[in-house]
Nanobody, 130 residues
Framework: QVQLVESGGGLVQPGGSLRLSCAASRFASRLTVEHYAVAWFRQAPGKEREGVSCISMSDGGTYYTDSVKGRFTISRDNAKNTVYLQMNSLKPDDTAVYYC???????????????????WGQGTQVTVSS
């Protein structure tokens, strides 16, 4: 069972930056990190879980939801089995618990819906406030 551990959340002022990390381990037998897609979701109080960004660990293909395009960047370091989410120009609306999720992925269109993902981290709080 894939284990995901997020880190890097915190309190930041509007316009500031944070970098989230998602470290993955315990891949299924005969699979490596390259056989997965990894995504970041977020959930604010009283709102549904929202897909923020995802990346193919094999070819680096990416997806971003419209509200974060140009501000957030997802990247991967396969040698470290880690995915990063660099968040710049943060806004109060970005305040949420951010979750890392993973699913086995062999190519094609990246999955963006939460119910497509099999493995989840525990979440890390991001608060944007002055």
């Amino acid at each position: 069972q894939v284990q995901l551990v997020e880190s890097g959340g915190g309190l930041v002022q509007p316009g500031g930056s944070l970098r989230l990390s998602c470290a993955a381990s315990r891949f299924a037998s005969r699979l490596t990190v390259e056989h997965y897609a990894v995504a970041w979701f977020r959930q604010a109080p009283g709102k549904e879980r929202e897909g923020v960004s995802c990346i193919s660990m094999s070819d680096g293909g990416t997806y971003y939801t419209d509200s974060v395009k140009g501000r957030f960047t997802i990247s991967r370091d396969n040698a470290k089995n880690t995915v990063y989410l660099q968040m710049n120009s943060l806004k109060p609306d970005d305040t949420a618990v951010y979750y890392c999720a993973a699913v086995s992925f062999v190519g094609g269109m990246l999955p963006t819906a939460p119910n497509r993902y099999s493995y989840w981290g525990q979440g890390t709080q991001v608060t944007v406030s002055s």
